[in-house]
């Protein structure tokens, strides 16, 4: 099964906005249920990663996501400062703004994590619940990579290593060639594909990578990477009072199981929910085990 072959995502309403600073962002709305959800992507996700989650859950939600800005349909701001995880979450706000939706359930993936984490931070009253699935409070790259324990000096290198392939358009466009070519991309898919048991999983990791490796976009998301890293609300997570449904899987590598359990350690009103095969890509891999946890959380927010 193919992504465009889910019937959720046949019907699909594109919007744009333009935010605070001037930028025009593009959004997508689907289902006209009456709780709204609001979908934060992973870097390099688009709507078509929720296809399964969506599909899965079924009637009763309204789906919105967005691109973020600097990526696909949306606009670039003139500072690459713009591309900062506060205003990401500023988008968001604008977007629920120009829907006239009050609350919502915050849903987000990787780095949708942190732009979730720091919208309620900003405006608890607007989130209704929090599903956070493969990410973290901040910091990425001190992490990422290490699924045991974190490296001293991880970060720095990784840092020399982005500002290395900024500086060198042509070797990022020699990266991105290698990592979409055909024969490497569809192993990769395949070995994906039975590891998790899902034959779809392999068609979403294609589309994913030949989204960050193969447009012009590639440099921004490298940048973006930057902000992750200097971005954190670790102090602010005992202040979080919103539900949260904190979703991790073994096989993560670039957001560790050991940075979910933090989240969880110290959110007051935080649960946790392992699933032992699954790696970063889990909408994809588990779509229902996930939607039913979805589901049961949603039952338990409307029950307080």
């Given at each position: ?287 229902q085990q996930l939607a039913d946890r979805v589901s049961d959380f949603v039952r338990e927010i409307g029950a307080r």
């Open positions: 099964m193919k992504y465009r072959d889910l019937p959720i995502l046949r019907e699909v309403e594109a919007k744009s906005l333009t935010s605070s600073d001037g930028v025009e962002i593009f959004y997508e709305v689907v289902g006209d249920g009456e709780l709204t959800v609001m979908l934060a992507n992973g870097l390099g996700g688009r709507l078509y990663s929720w296809g399964p989650l969506m599909e899965a859950l079924g009637d009763g939600y309204r789906f919105i996501s967005w691109d973020y800005r600097g990526l696909f349909e949306s606009g670039a701001p003139e500072r690459l400062r713009n591309l900062s995880i506060p205003d990401h979450a500023d988008d968001l706000r604008a977007i629920l703004d120009a829907e006239g939706v009050e609350q919502a359930l915050l849903a987000g993936w990787s780095m949708g994590v942190q732009v979730s984490l720091e919208f309620t931070t900003r405006h608890p009253r607007r989130v209704l619940g929090l599903v956070l699935l493969n990410g973290t409070y901040g910091q990425v790259l001190g992490t990422a990579f290490q699924p045991l324990v974190p490296l001293p000096y991880v970060d720095i290198v990784l840092h020399e290593v982005i500002d290395l392939l900024r500086a060198r358009p042509r070797l990022c466009a020699r990266l991105g060639a290698l990592a979409t070519h055909p024969r490497l991309l569809e192993a990769e898919a395949r070995l994906l594909s039975l590891v998790v048991r899902r034959p779809y999983a392999g068609s979403f990791y294609k589309r994913y990578v030949r989204d960050v490796f193969g447009g012009d976009h590639f440099s921004r998301y490298l940048r973006l990477f930057q902000e992750l890293d200097a971005h954190s609300v670790y102090h602010l997570l005992p202040n979080i009072e919103a539900p949260a449904l904190i979703v991790y899987g073994l096989l993560d590598i670039l957001t560790p199981a050991y940075q979910s359990r933090q989240m969880v350690r110290r959110m007051p009103n935080a649960e946790g929910f392992r699933i032992g095969r699954a790696s970063h890509f889990i909408v994809a891999e588990h779509p």
